[in-house]
Structure formats: structure tokens, C-alpha cells
């Protein structure tokens, strides 16, 4: 054998080889996150045809037995049919972005490869598909000399147009307005029709360079398409956000097989075992869970659609959880198993005892609101120590500074006022937001003089700020004797003596 032709077919031989170990190595990457990213799964499959194929070509131009390469070439020949096929399919879940692709599209597409796959390996007793004529030919590498019959044909023209169909979803993709990575889809549809031509004219054409220029397509199919789906932005924050979710949720979660064994739970889930008792063992059973004579169930169960609800009471600490059971179907609407979603509702406690504690709190101050106080109004006459007083409290300018300084130093203006009022105030002494520029307050065995001491410390302590506008707070008040008399009235009596203080305020301003 010439030098080289020698050096061609070693290169080939090698360089073959290089694509194969790469494509195993992708398609191990893309087992290992087939879950996370459903494209994967496609390109794991077109990664495993890739690499036989190049295996077979590696194996065809480096064993040094040449009786071998007819049985080497009739092996790789059905992988060139699945490569095309599985480059299709992951070309159409891109296209698509479904998780699955049904069996009605996948099915027909195999019968081809499958035939492929019986007429290649019979090449010794029928030539369906191709005959070996026991030459060994060398233009520019060595392979065995061949006639192709009449399925060879029909091979690679199902090849062909897989691959163009496969490269047109692309192309399809990359011109769509809704698609968010349009260069990634373009980059891919561009290697996909260069992949495409250039595997029309390797048919016809025995160079080296057609040769060895499908090893260097087939890296850049591999690295292009694992990088681009590897790193889908999309794909992996919705995986990682429904895991999350299912981790981090409040909620037990438990899911079960159809044999009604636990498959999975989450993080709660595990408390869940630990709080209550539960010996878990794995593949434990969804009755013994629940029958181990630690609950005792309440009420009556119930349907939501398909949704089965009951609460249980745990009978050491008296927990009560809410229960929820579902099916979980696949998408032909087959019964695969369970899940339960299990809710304490000690935890709905904290979440309502907060969810009131945040309705009666003002969120820029952090103190008592309006509703707090129209909730508390009957019962502070009631339970207060008389004399008693109401004060309205308002800031000055406020309107003002907002408009000239910014809304951001008005609501340090609002903040800065009330901490000045509660700090002077008794642990029996109350204090609300009573609206946005006033605050109103409720004090406890007081007196005139009191009053006027309270308010005399709020206005030195006022003088005090250091801010680029008057800061000041006009204080109006009504003292209440008895419990009979009218809140509603005192306010009133308040507020008008508030506005008074504002009144004498401007006229006689503070140097």
C-alpha cells in the first residue's frame, strides 16, 4: 500500500475515532441531565448513532484484517439511517418544545432503519441493499469495494430527507417572532444545511477531503447542538424552578408508584416523618403511613374533581393536617401512581395569625393602622383609666416636603415623626396611623398639664432634627372623664384644636 494512501486512512481511522470518544462523552453528559432538559434526550440518542457510525468508519480504515471490512461496513450502515433519524427528532423537539414526542411520529420513522438494519446485515445471502466484491480498493483510503442494490437507494434518500426536513424545522424555528435565542436556532440551522449538503455530495464523491470533512461536520453537529441545549437558559430555570418549588415548598409532598409505594418526598416531607413518628423504610406502603395508629380522622373525606381531601389528627400532639390525593396520569391519560400534599395546619395558623398581624400594621412605620383602631375604638373607653385623652398628631407640611424634596424624604419625615411620638409614650399609652400625614393617640390617667409637658418634649425634640425644611408636629387634644361619652366627638374636639396649633404656628413662626 502507497505511503500515502497509508497516512489517509490512518488519519481518516483516527480522526473517525476522536468523534466517536467525543460523541460518547456528550451523550453520557446528556443521560446525566436527560431529566433536566427534555432535548437532551434527543441529542443523547443522536450523539449514541453519531459515535457508532464514526466507530465503524474508525474500525473500517484502522483494523489491520481486511477480510473484517465488509462486516464492519454492513454494521455501520444502519447508524448512518439513525443518525439521520435521531438528527430529525431532536431538530423536531426543539421545533416544537414538547417534552415528548408521540409514539405515532417516531414509530413510522423506524421501519426504514429497521430494514436498513435486516437487507445490511444479510449482505452475505441477498444484495437488497449491498454486495461486497472482495476487493479492496485504496482511491484515496481503503474500503471494500461494493455494488449498492436497490434499498441502498431507498436509505439514503429517506437519509437525505430527514436531514432536510430536520435542518428546514430549524430554519422554521429561527424565523419565528416568538423565538427568544434566534442566533442559537440560526447557528444550528446553518451547520444542519451545511451538514446536509455536504452529505449529498460525500455519496458521490470518494476524495479524502469529502471524507475527512464529514468528521470535522459531525464535531461541530456534536459541540454545537450539546452547547446550545446544554445551556438552554429557558429550559433549565423552569426545571430548576419546579424543583425548587417541590423542595423548598411548605407542603409535604409525597409521591407514590402504582403499587402504592412511596417514590419520592420532599425536604418538608422528611420533617413530616420526624415530627410525627413515622418509622420510614423505603418503598414504605401509602397505608402504612397512615396506619400506624397515630391519627384519627376528622370529618367525613371529600372530592374535588379528581381530588381526594381529608384532614387527620395526630393523636401524641394533636396536629391536624389537611390531605390532599391525586392521580398522576401521563399524557395518554395512564395511571402512573399518586401524590399526596399534606398541609399543617398549624403552619395555615402562624400563615393567618401574620396575615392579620400584617392587615392591622402600617407598613412604612411599622405601628398599628386605621383598621386596628376602628377594630379597638369600643374598647379603649372601656378598659382605659380616666382621665383619659385623645391626641391628634399631625406633621407639618408634609405635602410640601414631598413636592420640593422627593415622596423618598417625606416617608423618612413620616417615620422619623412617629418614632419621636413612641418614644414618649407609656407601654399603656397607644398610638395608630390615622392617616397619611396624622397619627392619633391614646393616653391613660393623664392631665392637662401632662398633655402639655408630652407635647412640649415632642416640639424641643422636633427642633432638634437637622433637615433642610421646618420639622415640627401640630398636636391638638380633648380629654375624656367617662366612659360614656363620645370617642368619635373627642376626635373631632381634637382635630379642631389641632388645626388651631397649626394656625398659631404661621402666625407666629419659630426664628
Not at 483494523?63 to 438528527?87: G, K, M, N, R
Not at 429561527?174 to 446553518?190: C, G, P, Q, V
Not at 429557558?234 to 407542603?251: L, P, Q, R
Not at 402639655?452 to 380629654?479: A, L, P, R, V
Request: aromatic share 16%.
Amino acid at each position: 500500500m502507497p505511503a500515502n494512501i497509508l497516512l489517509h486512512t490512518e488519519l481518516l481511522g483516527f480522526f473517525a475515532l476522536a468523534c466517536s470518544f467525543i460523541a460518547a462523552m456528550l451523550a453520557i453528559a446528556c443521560f446525566y441531565r436527560k431529566d433536566q432538559l427534555k432535548t437532551l434526550y434527543q441529542l443523547m440518542f443522536f450523539c449514541i448513532s453519531l459515535g457508532a457510525w464514526n466507530l465503524g468508519t474508525a474500525l473500517s480504515t484502522l483494523v489491520p484484517d481486511t477480510a473484517l471490512l465488509p462486516f464492519i461496513e454492513a454494521i455501520t450502515y444502519p447508524f448512518v439511517a439513525l443518525t439521520a433519524l435521531t438528527f430529525f427528532l431532536f431538530c423536531y423537539a426543539h421545533y416544537t418544545e414538547k417534552d415528548h414526542i408521540g409514539y405515532k411520529i417516531t414509530l413510522p420513522l423506524f421501519i426504514i432503519p429497521i430494514i436498513t438494519i435486516i437487507f445490511s446485515l444479510l449482505y452475505p445471502v441477498t444484495g437488497f441493499f449491498q454486495t461486497f466484491t472482495g476487493k479492496i480498493l485504496y482511491n484515496p483510503y481503503r474500503h471494500p469495494e461494493t455494488i449498492f442494490g436497490g434499498w441502498f437507494y431507498v436509505h439514503s434518500i429517506y437519509s437525505y430527507a430527514l436531514v432536510c426536513l430536520g435542518s428546514i424545522l430549524l430554519v422554521i424555528k429561527s424565523s419565528k417572532k416568538e423565538t427568544k435565542n434566534r442566533i442559537s436556532y440560526i447557528l444550528m440551522a446553518l451547520i444542519s444545511i451545511i451538514y446536509c449538503i455536504q452529505n449529498i455530495l460525500v455519496t458521490f464523491g470518494t476524495s479524502f477531503g469529502f471524507r475527512f470533512s464529514t468528521r470535522i461536520l459531525h464535531l461541530l453537529l456534536l459541540v454545537i447542538f450539546f452547547g446550545i441545549t446544554f445551556y438552554n437558559k429557558k429550559a433549565t430555570i423552569t426545571y430548576y424552578g419546579k424543583y425548587s418549588f417541590m423542595e423548598n415548598i411548605n407542603d409535604t409532598l409525597l409521591i407514590f408508584n402504582l403499587k402504592n409505594e412511596l417514590i419520592y418526598y420532599n425536604a418538608t416531607g422528611k420533617k413530616f416523618f420526624e415530627e410525627t413518628g413515622i418509622i420510614y423504610k423505603p418503598y414504605i406502603s401509602f397505608p402504612n403511613i397512615f396506619a400506624q395508629n397515630l391519627f384519627t380522622p376528622l370529618g367525613k373525606t371529600y372530592f374535588e374533581n379528581t381530588i381526594e381531601c381529608y384532614y387527620l389528627q395526630h393523636k401524641d400532639n394533636h396536629q391536624v393536617f389537611y390531605i390532599e390525593k391525586a392521580p398522576i396520569f401521563d399524557k395518554k391519560d395512564t395511571l402512573l401512581g399518586c401524590y399526596l400534599s399534606i398541609k399543617n395546619m398549624k403552619s395555615f395558623d402562624k400563615f393567618t395569625e401574620t396575615l392579620e398581624k400584617n392587615a392591622h400594621l402600617d407598613s412604612l412605620c411599622q405601628c398599628s393602622n386605621r383598621a386596628l383602631y376602628e377594630e379597638e375604638k369600643n374598647t379603649l373607653l372601656e378598659e382605659a383609666k380616666y382621665p383619659c385623652a385623645v391626641l391628634i398628631a399631625d406633621i407639618d407640611d408634609l405635602k410640601t416636603v414631598n413636592d420640593y424634596y422627593g415622596h423618598k424624604t417625606g416617608d423618612e419625615y413620616i417615620k422619623t415623626s412617629y418614632k419621636i411620638l413612641q418614644n414618649n409614650l407609656k407601654e399603656t399609652e397607644y398610638i395608630y396611623r390615622y392617616k397619611g400625614d396624622e397619627f392619633l393617640i391614646f393616653l391613660q390617667d393623664t392631665t392637662d398639664t401632662k398633655i402639655q409637658t408630652f407635647s412640649d418634649t415632642i416640639k424641643n425634640q422636633c427642633n432638634k432634627q437637622k433637615t433642610e425644611f421646618n420639622f415640627s408636629i401640630s398636636i391638638g387634644y380633648s380629654i375624656i372623664t367617662n366612659k360614656k361619652e363620645s370617642l368619635e366627638n373627642h376626635i373631632k374636639i381634637a382635630d379642631a384644636n389641632m388645626y388651631q396649633q397649626k394656625i398659631r404656628r404661621n402666625l407666629f413662626p419659630v426664628e
